[in-house]
Structures are given as structure tokens and as C-alpha cells.
């Protein structure tokens, strides 16, 4: 991968001396940003360009070229990429598009050229995207003319699966005094994914933060794996997120939308900021360019007190802890002011303090206090008379903030062009919204507070399985229509798997009814097992509350004269009454990319309705299973809310262990449902489930 | 109020020759701004400013001077307000802080203030604001130096009781080419207030669009009087709404916080938009600036495919649908591109099409077509090389919207100095994200369909209501500590005021329970009844599922032992007990601001603690009562969901109007509560309930 940042010469197929040639813009982009290498060029007719001699035919070519760049008509880049590899190229970068995002024919040449690639070793980049900069060592190979001037250097790597939508990232740092380490524009990404770009990124010394655009993730696991490898910020905008937005997204990048809750709580279990919005990522990365916010103690500064009051609206909402002063320091404010007409607090007023420089001290006392964790300084000026004290004021913020590393958030409000101008003056970025400032403030501690926390205790012991029953009834089940088993068969695996279970039984005749003895006991619940009846209740397949011997009969033939002769009947299962405690459902499915993903909701109507689930990726600990918890808006009635109790952790524990379990365990298991889990303050039991077999 | 905007002369007072002297400032802002009349000077010693005298005897001063501006210590206002009548002056401007919002002191000067001014017919602005500012005559009164450059004419006014945020909503409109009509900085508002404005801008020929900025909201009522009878769009940020910013907010503009909960109810019942940001309200006058989105049916058109997923997302999550091309229309634009690497469709991502004035045609299409009611256009492009063709572009695609009468949302993409540079070329908003160009369509949408929704009916008739039972209850009931009645007297005003209610009866002695009868029937529930136990079931105060006689003579012995020596105790209330069926809950408070406002929310703990609930300001009636319905997240169950049948409607309108007529006959009553109601599908009742009385 390093030969790919950091070739010694980079040869560019498809220039031609044509006006509308997109290759004379590679050649100018290296050129432009100061490509410390040697740069050779190729086409169908010979030329000159910029200087360079464009070659025909590769054997007037040098054999130590160390990467290619390729942009030419879809049909032509596989013989392009051998002739390369001929020339012992085997960094390539194809700009080219037509491929999987077009047509079957262009999947079919894309087919070719990565078996091609992996048959020799060959690396490449794209198809279909804009290539990639190292904004370090002057690689800049996108076929738009770039503007050097407007892409600064810093510590952003990019890897975006669109080409605009990483410019656009490019211009939005840039205009933000945001540099850029690495750019990377992966195209269809057939060869290099995201996980490759990150494996290098999270050891290169250019880059401080790593923000990702996606509009797929192929292989979820891998990506998550090498997030938890790095020890910078990840900020990942994923999109393509809609029904109506995945047609356009698999033209564009031959993108397969992934599930959306899915990537949310990989996000959240993993510690990558997810960012919805452009505003939002750019912010994001903001933060990460000032000192880390280590705590919730903030200072509000403000020219104006309506501004104050904003502040400090959005710093409740994020849980910020408006620190309040000394007798003594208000005093010393107070003995500033002109008129006396405000009373200093935080959020501090400055009202008709009008001397910038003044401002500084305050600012310096206020970052000394070591219960100040950073500080929101919104200033307000007039552009013509306050432009040059402003420009002292921030440049000194900045000063102060590394000084005392806390952050200071520096929101301006002045004219459109007074903005632009002060940005263009300070290497640090600006916020233009208290809402702005306080969310990055916010990113920031969230950030500061994950690194503190404590890493997962060891994975807990598994239970003591019996899998040759889960085996035997798999094997046994699989000529099943759409592989969902019958409950008697689900109850089994889950008694197989530790699950604490209600007595239960499944009855095949009448007969055997006098039979009903220990544990299994009155009252009863009657179930109809049928492999088609995949809403007993709602079908009048359940009799609850049957109480003795002769209800009990009453309720067997009522099923078996509605029920019996179904195709594919099985038998009536009988199980003891529970009164209902505190329902919940437990769930596990296969997710396409991230494989095993678990699920623990609020039971009941109540809780379908309003959505109350959280997702967790295992293997699951303690840790993680809190964290679900504490994510659900039920948390209160789980944690025991009225005087009531809470419920048994270790019984939801145990359950949600074995559950991912069984998923690991046996890979034909596409989805596992626990529905009703009744859970008391001692204990807990699975009432009902379901499992589906796949492929 | 027209003489405020539109005075032929204008007296400053507090005008010196020092160089901090900020009433300077006023005069040559008037200048600056091109005022259109006459300019007098008044300050403590003589001088000249710009050509005038500085007055210092009133009596050299002419006695047809319209209005006033005084800029000068708290002290020295109140004469100077009295001077001015004396020169019959009624319409001042105090721009003066240093009163209620600083001071016990400061607040007796403005009560002065207030009683004089009312005494003698006065009107006045603020006192501790910037003023107000006419852009159309040059009325420009703040004490900071404006530029009319910088301040562009057009139809937005704004009324801020912030003079900082107020000029940080102008400098914003004009950076996002949003003119401004009329500005006006409330301060304290002690004499004129929101209302006052809003009665004013609704019929001012030049205010299109109404923006408020709010720290408190004193009479809610009387403000949503002003926007319902206005036709013009109003926005509203309302802050002050944390714990964290009443204290600042309160010394800033001697604001009191509202309950934040009902101003979000009275902004979504009247129409009102609210923003929480700075972005959020610049983006909601954008949304007026361009002609409505008359229905859900938008395109998307983008240069960049990654644009088009993200714009997608975006538009999925507003309820837009992205309307399916015809195979024609596709074909044609096949035609046009380049390389054949693009499937056009709904995003269209114009691909390698690179002919700017190509998109016209296309764009020009898509809006004849009927079925497509607005258009978001994301135009990435490169700012050296398509600046020029990029303006025609905007240019005419803001042409062909006005012609189509459809709104078509320009994003652009390009660097930071581009931006800016086409916006001051053009005079309609551009949008920088697909996310704010969207949310500005659904503004506008949802704006438009509010237009078209049927007026609320015909007021309900009210029930058959006893008041003098009402009356005689609250009589006998004003010495109650806290306000709280006992269970009985609530249940008999509920019944009233035609609450259906559950038979119940309250008891004093055993002896009498044998008097059991028709209405009461077993099973009952008994409730003891005293004032200090609120939370009766927590307290063990309740018996639930009484079978017979004896079970009742059991129950009432039980509570008559732990309960009967209270010294509140009043008996033992027995009610007919019924299986619970959907349970809500309604209540009805008192607000400051608002008055009567009733909430309607789901009932249990799961709801308790998803706070799912609605709220409205009576006057009601059906259509509002459905509305609250809608919002909750319960929705589903009240209108039946998985099988099962929703609500009897009549009952819950019954109970609501019943629960807001009582608020309104009683001004002593502060709340009350019906918790639970229980509805079927025919029919319900309420169970149990709370009234508190109070000033």
C-alpha cells in the first residue's frame, strides 16, 4: 500500500493532446501540487504534453515505473493493466468507469480484471472513482484540474466511496482550515476496500483523523475489525439509506444498501462517529482539531447575551455543565465594565466590555480553573472597525487552548466576507453557531470519555451445550418449507442451548393427556404446532388458563377438530402458565454483512409500536448487554421503576449469550426470535420463539 | 405604529462630539441608510455632528418631530421621555439599558417608565434594545455603525428581543441574499411587545415573511391571536427553554422561561414554524423565498451520483417521493451523454454530461410535467472553469422556477470563494447540502398543505353542565391544603360536567355497606379517600377485585384500620370495577403564558416513561383532538392495530371538551387530571382523577 502514496515515478495511460482529454488533467495535477517523482505519459497517438514526451507503446517506457494510472474506455483496461504488469507495474490506479455500475457486460470486464489483478499480485484502485491524493508528497491523480492553493495539508485522510462527494469533503475542509493528508476515492472498489485504506491509514504519520464516505459496506466485520485497530477518529457518513435512494446508489457505485440499524449500532458499539449530514462530518472533524474535552464542566463567553442564551439552551441539551463562578472573579469583571449594566455569570455576558484584548485575560483565568473543561467563546464584531482585534483575539484563543489543552470553540459572527477573510488568516477552524460549536464540544468529551473507559471484562464462560440435539434436529429439519422449525423443535435447541424454559410438552394424541404429571403443571397453556401457523394467537391456535384435567381435554379437541388435519400438523404443545412480568424480546439474526447481530427489545404491544430496540454485534459481555439496556427508552422499567424491581440480569445474560451462541455455532441459523422473554426481579423464562434455517 | 416606521423627523438624544459617543452612530446610520427626512440632535453640550446642531435646550427644537430615539444613562430617561411629551413627542425609542433586566433600582425606573408613557398615550421600544430599522425609508435607529451595503432590501421582518441575535439574522439573510424589511430589537418590552409587531407587520405591504426571536413569551395567548390573523409565514426561535439559560436570559432581557412543552404545542396548532438554530431559521425564510412545493413530488437532479444517494436519504426521510422518469424522457437523455455510463433515472446524476446549458433543457422538462411539484439541483462544479456557465445556470433556473410557479432548491458545491461570489450575483437563496435544500422543501410543503387543510368545524356544542355543583364543591373547599380535592369531590364534578364515569359511592360507615345496590355491583374496588395520600395505590390505599359482601366487609375493615385515623380521612369510596381496556390518560393545566392547555397522552407505565404525550390550547374541536391522536407514537393502538379495534372517539372528545370547559367556567382551578380512562371500541369511562386548585 505505501508504494501506492509514495511511488518514485507514476506513469498516466490515456493522455492525449486532444482539448478535451481528461489525462492531461492527471499530468497537470501532479505538477501542480509539486509531485516529488517522475511522471511518464502514455496514449494512442504520440505527443507532447506539460514537457513529457506521450509514449505509444511501452517498450520506449522505463521497467521501474511504480504505479499506473489508467484512464481509458472500460473495454480497453484489462489490456492496459497487462501490459503494465509486463512493465512490472503492479500499483494501479483505474480511473476509468462502465463496469459493474453500468451493465452486465461492464460487470463482466470487471470480473476479468480482478481475477486478472489477484492471479498476479497486481493492487489497484477503483474502478469508476477519481483516484486518490497524497496531499504530502504532491500524488494527486483525480482527472479534474485541482487548485493546490485550495487543498491544504493537514491531518484528514478521506476514503470516500464517490468521487464528488470526496471533493466536496476536500473543499469543505479547505474551507474550514482543514488539511488533508490522504485522499481516496475508491470508485467500485473491486480490488481495494475500505478496510484496506484503513489497515494503512491507522499507522500513517500524516494522518490524525480518518473520515469515511460510504454508500455500501461489503464486508462489515473486517471494516470493524480494523477500527478497533486504530487508536485515531473515525467518521463515517454512510448513506444510500432508502428504498428510493438504492437504485440510484448501485448506478453510481454499484452499491448494495446495507441494514441501516445495523450500521448504527456497529457505530455505536465501535466508537465511530456517524455523521448524517455534510455539516455534521465537517464538524465532527472539527472537533478532533481542537484539545480533547475531557469533562463536562463548560464556560460560555459571550459579546452578546442573546447568543448566551442560545449557548446555553444547546449546552443543557448536550449535558453540559455550566460551571458558576467565584464571588471574586465576577468581581474582578464587574470592576471592567463600562456602564454596569450586566451581572457577570457563566454564560458570561461581556456586554459593553468592548476592549478585545481585555477578553484574553478573562479567557486565560477562566482555562487556569482546573474544574473548566473547555469553554464556547462566541464573539460578535463589526468587520471594518474589530477585523484586526479580532484576528488577535483568535489567534491568541488558539494560543491559550494548546496552552491549557482544553478546547475553546470559537463561534464568529460578523459579515459573510469578514468570516471568510479571518479563516483565511488562522490555521484552526472556526464555528459560526453556537449549536455548532457546543455539538463538536460534545463529540469531543463523548470521544475523551470512551478512551477512559474500561475495555470489556474476558468474554464469559459459555454454557454447557448439548449440540449433537441442535445437529440432529437441524439435520432432521432441512427439507422444511422456508426453514422455519416448529416450536417444539425450537424449544428443544433452546433447552439444548441453557435457555431457562417453562415446562412444556408436545402431545401427539389424546391418550397420553392422563399422562400430564411433573414438571409440567396446571394451569396450562395449549399451543397448535404447525409449521404454517407462524401467528398461533392470531389464528386461534392458543387456549390460555385451562385449569384442570377436563378443560384440558375440552381444549385438545377444540384444536385438533380446527387444527389436526393441517399438512403439516405436528401436534399440540402444552405448557405451564406463567403469570406475565416484565415482557421482553431477544432476537438474533445473520446481517449480510456483519454477520451475527443481536437484538433485545421492550415485549408487548406497547413496545412494537414505539420501535424500543437496541442492536449489539457479539461477542457480547456484561459490558455490552448493560449498554443495550441502557439504550432502550424501557431502561427505567428494566432497571425497576414505582417502587417495582428490576429484572434478573443474569437470566437475560445467560439468554443472550446462548442465543449468540447458537449463531455462531451453527451458521444455517438465518434468525432466531425469544418472544416473549418474561423477566422478574429473581428470575426469568422463555415462553415462545422461533427459528429460521437459510443459507 | 406606522409614525414609529415612517417618521418625517427624527430627534437623537444623547448625541456628543467624545469619540465613544454611541449616539453618533444613531445619526449616521440615518445617513448611511438614506433616511427619508428630518434629523435633529440633542446632547448635554452644544456642538455640530455631520451638519446638524446638537441641541441642548428642547426649546430651540421644532414641535412637529415625529419620534424620538434616546440613547442616554436609566437615570436620565424617564425626564427625557417627559421632555419629549412636553414637546409632544409620543413615540420614542429607548435604546438605554440598565433597567429590570439589571436591578431592583433599574426595575422601579422602568415601572416609571411604563406608568407615564400609559398615562400620557406614549408608545415606546424597549428600553434596553438596538431599535428598529425601515430598510424601504431609511429609518435606521441602532446605536452600532450598519452598512446599507451589507443590509439588502426585501420582505423578511424581524422582531427580536435581542438586539445581538437580531443583527446576527440580518447579517445572515443578507450573506444568504435574504433583504429585510423591517427590524426591530424589543428589548424589555415593557411597553410594546411581539404582539404589537406582529399586529403591525401582518398588514405592512412590504413584511412577506415574519421572523421572531423570543428569550419569553408574556401572553401567549394574545400573540397567537396576532398569528392567526396574519396570512404571511411566521418563524419563531424561541430560547431561554433550560434551567442553565434562565439566569442569563433573565439578566439579558429580564426574560422568564415558558414551558417549552406547550410553546411547541402553540407553534405546531398555529401554523408556527419553529427553528432551534440559527441554520434552521435562515433555511425556513429560504424556503419562503422560492415559490411553494404544492405537493410531495420531487426530482433530483445532480452532477455528482454521490450528491444524488445522499439527496435520496434525505428526501426519503421528508415523505418525498422521487417520481419515475418516462422510458422517453430517460432515452432522451441517454442521447446526450457522453460515454453511455450513466442510467439516468429519479435521482438523475447527469453524469459525464458536461453542457451546463444542457441541464436547462432537461430542467425545463422536468418542470412542465404535472406531476412534479419541486426540484433540488445539486450543482458541483469547478469554480475557474464554470463560474461563468454556472451563473447563467442559476440564473435561469431561478427564471424558470418563477415561471412554473414550482420550487426548484440550488445547491451548490465548489470552493468557499465561489460560493460567495454567486450568491452576491444573484438575489435568491442557494443551499449549500442536499439536507438543507430538502428540509426547505418540506417546509414549504407543509406550509402549502397547511393552507389547503379545512378550517377546524364549528365549535362542539358543550355538554349539559351543572355549574352549581361545581361551585358548591370549590366553596366548600377553599381551605384545602395544596389545593388538592378529595376523590369524591373530583369525581362529582366530573360527573357534573358529563364525564361517563364508572358507578361509585362514597362511604362513611361499615353499617351502610349493606346498602350495595344497583348502579354499584360487584366486583368493586375500594379507594380510600384522604387528602394527603396522593399516591393511594403506592400507599396500599386501594382493594381491587371485591367479589361479594363478605370480601367487602373484609377489605373495609383493613383500610378503615391502617387509614381510618388519618386526620384528612373522608371514607371509602367503592366504584364498580371493569377489566382495563386501552388506558389513557388527559389532563388540563393553567400555563402563565398560555392559559388552559390540555394533554392527551397513553396511559401505564410504558407510556409513563416513553412520555408519550400530546398537547393543544383549547378552544377545542374534533379536527384538533385527531391532530393530537396523530402525535402520539400510541397512534397505531388508538386506531387499532394488530387485530385489535381502536377507540370510542365520542367518549375521548367528550371527556377532553368536558376537562377544557371546566378550565375555562373556573379560573381557580390550576389542573387537573383524569388518569386512567379507559376506552373500548364503544365505549369508556374514566376511573380515577385529581383536581388542584389554586391562584
Redesign the interface.
Known amino acids: 500500500m505505501d508504494r501506492l502514496f509514495h511511488p518514485c515515478s507514476v506513469l498516466v495511460i490515456g493522455v492525449s493532446s486532444r482539448p478535451e482529454n481528461l489525462g492531461k488533467n492527471i499530468a497537470s495535477n501532479l505538477i501542480e501540487f509539486g509531485f516529488e517523482g517522475e511522471i511518464h505519459l502514455f496514449g494512442r497517438q504520440p505527443g507532447y504534453f506539460l514537457g513529457h514526451r506521450i509514449h505509444t507503446d511501452f517498450s520506449s517506457l522505463p521497467d521501474d515505473i511504480d504505479l499506473a494510472v489508467i484512464l481509458t ?2 473495454a480497453t483496461v484489462l489490456d492496459a493493466v497487462k501490459a503494465c504488469f509486463r512493465q512490472g507495474i503492479t500499483r494501479i490506479v483505474i480511473e476509468s ?2 463496469f459493474r ?2 451493465s452486465a457486460a461492464g460487470a463482466e470486464l470487471e470480473k476479468e480484471l480482478v481475477s486478472f489483478a489477484r492471479a498476479n499480485g497486481i493492487k489497484f484502485v477503483g474502478p ?1 472513482g477519481i483516484s486518490i491524493i497524497n496531499r504530502h508528497n504532491g500524488l494527486c491523480l483525480p482527472f ?2 485541482l ?1 493546490a492553493a ?1 487543498i491544504k495539508k493537514g491531518g484528514l485522510s478521506l476514503v ?9 469533503y476536500l ?1 469543505l475542509g ?2 474550514n482550515n482543514i488539511g488533508v493528508a490522504k485522499f481516496i476515492s475508491m470508485g467500485n472498489k473491486s480490488c481495494l476496500d475500505e478496510s484496506d485504506y484503513l489497515a494503512y491509514l491507522k499507522d500513517d504519520p500524516q494522518t490524525d483523523i480518518i473520515g469515511l ?1 460510504l ?1 455500501d459496506i461489503q464486508d462489515g466485520r473486517r471494516l470493524l475489525s480494523r477500527v478497533a485497530a486504530t487508536n485515531k477518529p473515525v467518521i463515517l457518513h454512510k ?7 438504492s ?3 448501485s ?3 454499484a ?1 448494495l444498501a446495507n441494514d441501516d440499524q445495523v450500521v448504527d449500532a456497529a457505530c455505536q458499539q465501535y466508537g465511530i462517529f456517524r455523521a ?4 455534521q462530518f465537517i464538524n465532527q472533524v472539527k472537533s478532533f482539531s481542537l484539545p480533547l474535552m475531557k469533562g463536562d464542566n463548560l464556560v460560555v463567553i459571550s ?8 449557548a ?2 444547546v ?3 448536550y449535558g453540559f455543565n ?1 460551571v458558576p463562578f467565584s464571588r471574586e472573579f465576577t468581581d474582578f469583571i464587574t470592576s471592567h465594565f463600562r ?5 457577570p ?1 457563566n ?1 458570561l ?1 461581556l456586554g459593553d466590555l468592548f476592549d478585545i484584548d481585555f477578553y484574553i485575560t478573562i479567557l486565560d483565568q477562566v482555562l487556569q480553573r482546573p474544574d473548566v473543561d473547555g469553554v464556547l467563546f462566541n464573539h ?1 464584531f ?1 468587520p ?2 474589530e477585523g484586526e482585534a479580532s484576528l488577535r483575539l483568535a489567534l491568541t484563543i488558539d494560543e491559550l487552548s494548546q496552552r491549557y489543552h482544553k478546547p475553546v470553540a470559537l463561534c464568529i ?5 469578514a468570516v ?1 477573510r479571518l ?1 483565511r488568516q488562522i490555521s484552526f477552524p472556526l464555528f ?2 453556537p ?1 455548532e460549536g457546543i455539538e463538536a464540544l460534545a463529540v469531543s468529551r463523548d470521544y475523551a470519555r470512551r478512551q477512559e473507559k474500561a475495555m470489556p471484562e474476558d468474554l464469559p464462560v459459555r454454557g454447557n451445550y448439548d449440540r449433537q440435539v441442535v445437529t440432529a434436529i437441524i439435520e432432521e429439519s432441512e427439507t422444511l418449507q422456508e426453514g422455519v422449525l416448529y416450536l417444539d423443535q425450537v424449544l428443544d435447541i433452546f433447552r439444548a442451548y441453557d435457555m431457562p424454559l417453562l415446562p412444556y410438552r408436545l402431545f401427539f394424541s389424546a391418550s397420553s393427556l392422563a399422562e400430564i404429571a411433573e414438571p409440567l403443571t396446571f394451569p396450562l397453556v395449549a399451543k397448535v404446532v404447525a409449521g404454517s401457523l407462524s401467528h398461533k394467537s ?1 389464528a386461534g391456535g392458543v387456549r390460555l388458563g385451562i385449569e384442570n384435567q377436563s378443560q384440558l381435554q375440552q381444549a385438545y379437541d377444540e384444536l385438533m377438530g380446527r387444527f389436526g388435519l393441517l399438512a403439516d400438523f405436528r401436534g399440540i404443545l402444552l405448557q405451564t402458565q406463567e403469570k406475565s412480568l416484565i415482557e421482553m424480546i431477544v432476537g438474533g439474526r445473520r446481517d449480510e454483512s456483519f454477520g451475527p447481530v443481536v437484538m433485545l427489545g ?1 415485549g ?7 420501535q ?1 430496540v437496541a442492536l449489539r454485534l457479539p461477542p457480547l459481555d456484561e459490558v455490552l448487554i448493560n449498554d443495550m439496556i441502557e439504550i432502550l ?2 431502561a ?2 428494566l432497571k425497576g ?4 424491581s428490576g429484572i434478573h440480569r443474569p437470566t437475560l445474560y445467560r439468554v443472550l449469550y446462548s442465543l449468540a451462541d447458537l449463531l455462531a455455532d451453527f451458521p444455517v441459523i438465518k434468525q432466531i426470535d425469544v418472544n416473549p422473554l418474561f423477566l422478574s426481579e429473581s428470575a426469568g423464562f422463555v415462553v415462545d420463539g422461533r427459528i429460521m434455517l437459510g443459507k
Do not use: C, W
Not at 448524517?276 to 455539516?279: L, Q, S, V
Not at 459572527?413 to 466576507?417: D, L, N
Open positions: 474506455p472500460a468507469g462502465g455500475e453500468l469508476n479534474m484540474r487548485s485550495e470516500s466511496q464517490s468521487g464528488g462527494m470526496a471533493l466536496t473543499g479547505s474551507s464516505y454508500e448513506s444510500n439509506t432508502s428504498a428510493q435512494s437504485e440510484i446508489a448506478s453510481h457505485t452499491a448524517k449530514t455534510f455539516r459579546r452578546s447575551g442573546g447568543h448566551a442564551v442560545v446555553a439552551d449546552a443543557d441539551e455550566l456602564a454596569q449594566v450586566i451581572k455569570g454564560p455576558d460578535v463589526q471594518d472597525l459572527f460578523t459579515g459573510a466576507q471568510n479563516k459560526t453557531e449549536a392470531d421492550m408487548g404491544i406497547y413496545a412494537e409500536i414505539f424500543d427508552k424501557g427505567p422499567i421503576a414505582r417502587g417495582q
